[in-house]
């Protein structure tokens, strides 16, 4: 049974920083794109960062150059690194993997995913 695990989620000051990790089970992700997506309330869920497996990456403009995926094949664990965080960062998130080699913006191709961990940003 595949599952992803989400962890690292919290409350923390604007302008501090959270580490959050996915790890995955029930097989091997090495050769999947794996992703990051954020919910916040009354909010559509949306793209935040994305990796594949030759470690290219990708952000959304809202997170570039604050956030920093990166990914451990040998744990098959993703992490999501969140510097300088705003108010609004404060959402779900949600970590997800695919095989498809394109679109990595859309949460539709990712048929994987964690069950979230809240992260609260305040001001």
């Known amino acids: 049974q595949v599952q992803l695990v989400e962890s690292g989620g919290g409350l923390v000051q604007a302008g501090g920083s959270l580490r959050l990790s996915c790890a995955a089970s029930?097989?091997?992700?090495?050769?999947?794109?794996r992703g990051w997506f954020r919910q916040a309330p009354g909010k559509e869920r949306e793209f935040v960062a994305s990796i594949n497996w030759g470690g290219s990456t990708d952000y959304a403009d809202s997170v570039k150059g604050r956030f920093t995926i990166s990914r451990d094949n040998a744990k098959n664990t993703v992490y999501l690194q969140m510097n300088s965080l705003k108010p609004e960062d404060t959402a779900v998130y949600y970590c997800?993997?695919?095989?498809?080699?394109?679109?990595?913006?859309?949460?539709?191709?990712?048929?994987?995913w964690g069950q979230g961990t809240q992260v609260t940003v305040s001001s």
């Open positions: 997800a993997a695919t095989q498809a080699s394109r679109g990595y913006y859309s949460g539709s191709i990712y048929p994987y």
């Open positions: 029930g097989r091997t992700f090495s050769s999947y794109t």
